[in-house]
């Protein structure tokens, strides 16, 4: 029997922070103009040698501009993302959304390859953290850590931990498509008790 969910994780925030993404927007924007017109600005005066100095000198005043657009831009849609989880028969697949309208497929889990599944923080987790060369998160609420599952699984490149905001189908899901029982920690029963008093 085929196993498809789809969960959407909402990111309620992004409603109270309209004032607070349109102000990190146009710092960025002014960021960017100020990089490039002081980039620009430098090329002009490069005449003859004695201007080399300005170049090197507007050069370097541009860069903090540079990082700071980027890190603004970083900071502005992490904190405007919505995750998609997807389960079918053999994959896991996680979509980021940004800023509502824009969506992309960041990570496709083969569900064959996870090797542990738990409840963060619990002591399966614990045993486990070392083992994983990256984490993903693919979550919205980092409040309560009762409610998120951690899973681990292996790639070509490495292990990988990734922590994701289940609801309970998910979890349902997750069980009937995940067979080998073993790849549950104990921690499962007590996160899925916690989705139910979460809803």
């Not at 959407?8 to 490039?36: G, M, P």
């Not at 405007?80 to 497929?105: A, G």
């Not at 009762?146 to 899973?151: A, E």
Request: some cysteine; aromatic content about 10%; proline content about 1%.
């Amino acid at each position: 029997m085929e196993q498809y969910y789809e969960q959407n994780v909402v990111n309620k925030n992004i409603d109270e922070r309209i004032k607070k993404t349109r102000t990190l927007t146009i710092a960025k924007t002014f960021c960017t103009v100020a990089a490039i017109g002081i980039l620009l600005t430098s090329i002009l005066f490069v005449v003859d040698d004695s201007f080399v100095a300005w170049l090197g000198i507007l050069s370097v005043t541009s860069v903090p501009f540079i990082i700071a657009a980027v890190i603004i831009g970083r900071v502005n849609k992490r904190n405007n993302t919505e995750y998609d989880y997807v389960i079918d028969d053999e994959y896991l697949k996680v979509s980021e959304i940004y800023f509502r309208e824009r969506r992309k497929l960041k990570h496709s889990v083969r569900l064959r390859s996870v090797e542990s599944a738990g409840m963060f923080g619990s002591e399966g987790y614990k045993k486990i953290e070392s083992k994983a060369e990256k984490k993903i998160l693919a979550l919205v609420n980092y409040d309560n850590e009762k409610t998120i599952l951690y899973l681990l699984y292996s790639t070509e490149k490495g292990r990988r931990i990734m922590f994701l905001e289940p609801d309970r189908g998910f979890m349902i899901a997750l069980r009937r498509v995940v067979s080998a029982v073993n790849i549950f920690d104990k921690s499962m029963t007590e996160l899925e008790k916690n989705l139910e008093t979460e809803e």
